[in-house]
């Protein structure tokens, strides 16, 4: 029997997995999940998973929440660097490969059954159609699909870091607000769970809105706030968290139909990442979907592009899966 490792890491939590491979397929042998923070270094993480299994795999693959370049990355949101060769031979493993996170969440799009997705618009897919993922979590991740010929081969972008658009005045004054504070801003910095409490700010600090005291004890209780404001939002008990939520699904929105545009994904527009399932009490699909496709010549192009809702949290690494058990053919001749 032959074994492989695949994981996918994030800036708040981190799934490892070991696998049996065969000719036939692959099985899952057990998985594990791990709070990123608690770690120096992600090489710490593989070898507490592996510590005395009698499974050794020989393959490794692993998506990362950082942009890959030869084989390393510096994950953007937590700082760890890791260099694949270096795991290879500290782990004795006969190939490790690094992915951009959203490429192993965009490989594993076409394999996802029907309940792990949420219908926002059904529109029309084009077979061999282009297809885009966009995904909220600690960061903003973004990668898209294309046809090759054969089957759809996925590719990175950080594209969540590209200049922030506002298409309103309230956005415009948020952008505003936020350059007087830094040269640069990202939609990451306003459409993500780090981004959250950048409009939070805005709101409070810049538009003057007043804070209800509850709210207020609850924020001051924690380190990150996001959870509370995203708490207080879907308990509609709040009008300053519950408008911060309205100008970031806003926001997603627009960006969405960036991408959508930019690779002309009329195989369809997915949206992962981790926050979007928890958030679906206060999600509008009319008015994503309005914001989506406002984008005047394109209008019509963009309101015939399906939009699906990513709802597992285990999309990232079955995509890691599938290309280690690619990896794994590659090694051992499967078929």
Same mark, same amino acid.
């Given at each position: 029997m032959d074994y492989f490792l695949a994981g996918d890491l994030g800036g708040t939590k981190t799934i490892l997995a070991l696998y049996a491979a065969t000719e036939q397929g692959y099985t899952l042998i057990r998985e594990q999940r791990f709070f990123s923070g608690d770690y120096d270094e992600f090489s710490g993480i593989i070898a507490e998973f592996l510590r005395g299994s009698d499974n050794h795999p020989q393959v490794a693959v692993f998506g990362v929440a950082g942009p890959v370049a030869d084989g390393k990355v510096r994950m953007t949101n937590l700082g760890w660097f890791i260099d694949q060769e270096v795991l290879r031979e500290r782990f004795q493993l006969a190939e490790v490969r690094l992915l951009n996170d959203l490429v192993a969440v965009a490989q594993s799009v076409s394999s996802l059954a029907s309940e792990d997705l949420l219908v926002v618009n059904a529109g029309t897919v084009v077979p061999q159609g282009s297809m885009a993922v966009l995904a909220p979590g600690t960061g903003l991740g973004e990668a898209y699909l294309c046809w090759d010929g054969a089957g759809y081969s996925a590719y990175p972008s950080e594209g969540g870091h590209a200049d922030f658009a506002p298409t309103s005045e309230m956005e415009q004054a948020l952008l505003s607000f936020l350059l007087a504070e830094? +040269?640069?801003?990202?939609?990451?910095?306003?459409?993500?769970?780090?981004?959250i409490p950048n409009i939070y700010r805005y709101l409070t600090q810049g538009a003057?809105? &007043?804070?209800?005291?509850? $709210?207020?004890?609850?924020?001051?209780?924690?380190? +990150? #706030?996001?959870?509370? $404001?995203?708490?207080?939002? $879907?308990? &509609?008990?709040?009008?300053?968290?519950?408008?911060? $939520?309205? #100008?970031?699904?806003s926001i997603l929105a627009a960006e969405a139909g960036n991408m959508a545009i930019k690779f002309l994904a009329t195989g369809g527009l997915y949206l992962g990442g981790g926050m979007l399932p928890r958030l679906l009490p206060a999600f +509008?699909? &009319?008015?994503?979907?309005?914001?989506?496709?406002? &984008?005047?010549?394109?209008?019509g192009i963009l309101a015939t592009i399906p939009v699906r809702i990513i709802m597992t949290d285990r999309a990232g690494l079955n995509g890691a899966a599938i290309i280690a058990f690619q990896t794994m053919q590659k090694h051992h001749g499967y078929r």
């Amino acid at each position: 029997m032959d074994y492989f490792l695949a994981g996918d890491l994030g800036g708040t939590k981190t799934i490892l997995a070991l696998y049996a491979a065969t000719e036939q397929g692959y099985t899952l042998i057990r998985e594990q999940r791990f709070f990123s923070g608690d770690y120096d270094e992600f090489s710490g993480i593989i070898a507490e998973f592996l510590r005395g299994s009698d499974n050794h795999p020989q393959v490794a693959v692993f998506g990362v929440a950082g942009p890959v370049a030869d084989g390393k990355v510096r994950m953007t949101n937590l700082g760890w660097f890791i260099d694949q060769e270096v795991l290879r031979e500290r782990f004795q493993l006969a190939e490790v490969r690094l992915l951009n996170d959203l490429v192993a969440v965009a490989q594993s799009v076409s394999s996802l059954a029907s309940e792990d997705l949420l219908v926002v618009n059904a529109g029309t897919v084009v077979p061999q159609g282009s297809m885009a993922v966009l995904a909220p979590g600690t960061g903003l991740g973004e990668a898209y699909l294309c046809w090759d010929g054969a089957g759809y081969s996925a590719y990175p972008s950080e594209g969540g870091h590209a200049d922030f658009a506002p298409t309103s005045e309230m956005e415009q004054a948020l952008l505003s607000f936020l350059l007087a504070e830094q +040269d640069h801003v990202s939609y990451e910095m306003v459409c993500s769970g780090t981004g959250i409490p950048n409009i939070y700010r805005y709101l409070t600090q810049g538009a003057g809105m &007043k804070v209800p005291p509850d $709210l207020q004890a609850a924020l001051d209780a924690v380190t +990150d #706030i996001t959870p509370v $404001l995203m708490g207080q939002a $879907l308990g &509609k008990t709040g009008e300053v968290a519950r408008l911060t $939520l309205e #100008i970031f699904f806003s926001i997603l929105a627009a960006e969405a139909g960036n991408m959508a545009i930019k690779f002309l994904a009329t195989g369809g527009l997915y949206l992962g990442g981790g926050m979007l399932p928890r958030l679906l009490p206060a999600f +509008d699909s &009319k008015r994503f979907m309005a914001r989506f496709a406002g &984008k005047g010549r394109m209008a019509g192009i963009l309101a015939t592009i399906p939009v699906r809702i990513i709802m597992t949290d285990r999309a990232g690494l079955n995509g890691a899966a599938i290309i280690a058990f690619q990896t794994m053919q590659k090694h051992h001749g499967y078929r």
